[in-house]
Nanobody, 120 residues
Framework: QVHLVESGGGWVQAGGSLRLSCAAS????????MGWYSQAPGKERELVAV???????DYADSVEGRFTISQDNAKHTVYLQMNSLKPEDTAVYYC??????????????WGQGTQVTVSS
């Protein structure tokens, strides 16, 4: 199984930047995609950005051009660079990994989440 630990959240003023990190550990047959999701109070969890095994990326319309997802394979870490932050970006951000376990069974792993608060 894959274990994910996020870091890098915090408080920032509108217009500022934060970089979230997601460190992955454990073993898997393959990881098909890693992504970041956000969940604001009273709302459902939603996709922010995803990075596929082929290195293609996809972003929510609300963050396109402001956020960038990237990875460091040597460190088994995925990053989310968040620029030009807005108060509406305030949420708990979760890292996600999905793929196949060593038993060729699909898995969908989540980190514990990291709080991002953007003040106006």
């Amino acid at each position: 199984q894959v274990h994910l630990v996020e870091s890098g959240g915090g408080w920032v003023q509108a217009g500022g930047s934060l970089r979230l990190s997601c460190a992955a550990s454990g073993i898997a047959f393959s990881i098909e995609a890693m992504g970041w999701y956000s969940q604001a109070p009273g709302k459902e969890r939603e996709l922010v950005a995803v990075l596929s095994r082929s290195s293609s990326t996809d972003y929510a319309d609300s963050v396109e051009g402001r956020f960038t997802i990237s990875q460091d394979n040597a460190k088994h870490t995925v990053y989310l660079q968040m620029n030009s932050l807005k108060p509406e970006d305030t949420a708990v951000y979760y890292c996600n990994a999905r793929g196949l376990s060593v038993y060729k069974v699909g898995f969908d792993s989540w980190g514990q989440g990291t709080q991002v608060t953007v003040s106006s």
